[in-house]
């Protein structure tokens, strides 16, 4: 399915902070002027599949104009070195003109995905891979509850959600129209939440927010509230995101993964796999510092394990594969594999361990069985 079991993903967002700055992380890294050379690197270690994102603010800047010149360099140096690319149309941001909670939103994001079909079409051969809003679940908590971002709502974030399913189920058909053949790759967190045991009356809350985990996978297929237009046919390709930080106590701490209400990765993959029954990517998956190569490690052997008890996970994604600024205080996060661009050498210094640790799994990937019924 995928041209590299590991991938590397490219940091996107584009949202709106609630003090106003507009995120750019696409420009922050420099990927943008130097997308040809970041691709040369990573097919040096191996790696010919990643994920990319386009900047909606930049490119409908006006309503219904459409300015491409931004991504285009990226889809042209994608194009001479043959690297596929899992396109995010939609990643936290979009223009400052648009309410998202209006219907309005929902036909201007499907001529928005429509215009994008066409300049893939257009410019590229190969059937297109896109994720058409990334992470329906924790952009709904983060805009429409917590007002972490973009639209800084409180306690709307079901009605967020609602929203962005009919939108994405609205761009899926806006870019099946335009290239029938195009694979959707949904992006979600994987999580897992457990009560505090000083705190047992909270148990059913803690059920209850770990399963609203499954309900944008349950809409989008029409399990859950079928009058958004849900159907299977819009559940393709299911990408999990998961970091050290995805298990939790309800409104407690982090667990470790020595703890021992912590699930193996392994066996959350199966629960979705049971449940949907459709083939799985590890979409995103990092963590900062140290501590890099050894949870590379970490991931790469649970995958192992559930490729081996015939789960379909076609790949890992490390994103992101650039360190970049933190999008609320600007720190350097060293959470890639290369870091920023040495500006006297025009190069990215690469972190060592993580690229041994990469060499090594590079390696045990080719070896990993292949699931019995590839879907």
């Known amino acids: 399915m995928f041209q590299s079991f590991l991938m590397g993903g ?153 929203q962005l399913v009919r939108a994405a189920i609205g761009g899926i058909e806006a870019l099946w129209a335009v290239r029938p053949r195009t694979r959707i790759v949904h992006c979600d967190p994987l999580v897992h939440i457990v009560p505090n045991p000083d705190r047992p009356d909270e148990a059913h809350h803690a059920h209850g927010y770990r399963n609203a985990q499954f309900e944008s996978w349950d809409m989008l297929s029409g399990l859950l509230q079928p009058e958004l237009g849900g159907h299977p046919r819009y559940l393709d390709i299911m990408g999990l995101n998961y970091y050290p930080y995805n298990q939790w106590e309800y409104n407690g701490r982090t667990l470790a993964v020595t703890d021992h209400r912590y699930i193996p990765l392994h066996r959350l993959l199966q629960e979705m796999y049971d449940r949907y029954g459709r083939p799985l990517l590890i979409a995103e998956t990092s963590v900062e510092d140290d501590l890099r190569a050894p949870w590379l490690a970490y991931i790469m052997g649970e995958v192992a394990i559930a490729r081996s008890a015939q789960i379909p996970v076609y790949g890992v994604c490390w994103y992101p594969i650039l360190n970049h600024p933190g999008w609320v205080d600007d720190r350097h996060c060293h959470n890639g594999l290369w870091d920023y661009v040495d500006a006297a050498a025009l190069d990215r210094p690469i972190y060592p361990p993580l690229a041994r640790e990469w060499v090594r799994q590079q390696h045990l990937s080719t070896i990993q069985p292949i699931p019995a019924n590839p879907i």
């Not at 106003?20 to 990573?42: E, K």
């Not at 995010?88 to 995905?113: M, T």
């Open 10 to 162: 490219f940091e996107c967002s584009t949202h709106k902070l609630p003090d106003g700055r507009r995120l750019d992380l696409v420009g922050a890294t420099l990927h943008d002027r130097h997308a040809y050379a970041d691709y040369l690197r990573l097919q040096m270690q191996g790696i010919f599949t990643v994920r990319e994102g386009i900047r909606w603010h930049l490119i409908e800047k006006r309503a219904g104009e459409f300015d491409f010149s931004g991504v285009l360099p990226i889809i042209q140096a994608g194009r001479a070195l043959n690297m596929q690319v899992i396109w995010d149309v939609l990643h936290y941001g979009y223009p400052d003109d648009v309410d998202i909670f209006s219907p309005a939103f929902v036909n201007r994001y499907e001529r928005f995905a429509a215009a994008f079909a066409r300049l893939l079409r257009d410019e590229t051969d190969e059937d297109a891979f896109v994720c058409p809003i990334n992470e329906i679940s924790f952009f709904s908590w983060a805009g429409g509850d917590s007002g972490h971002l973009n639209p800084y709502a409180a306690g709307r974030g079901s009605e967020l959600k609602r």
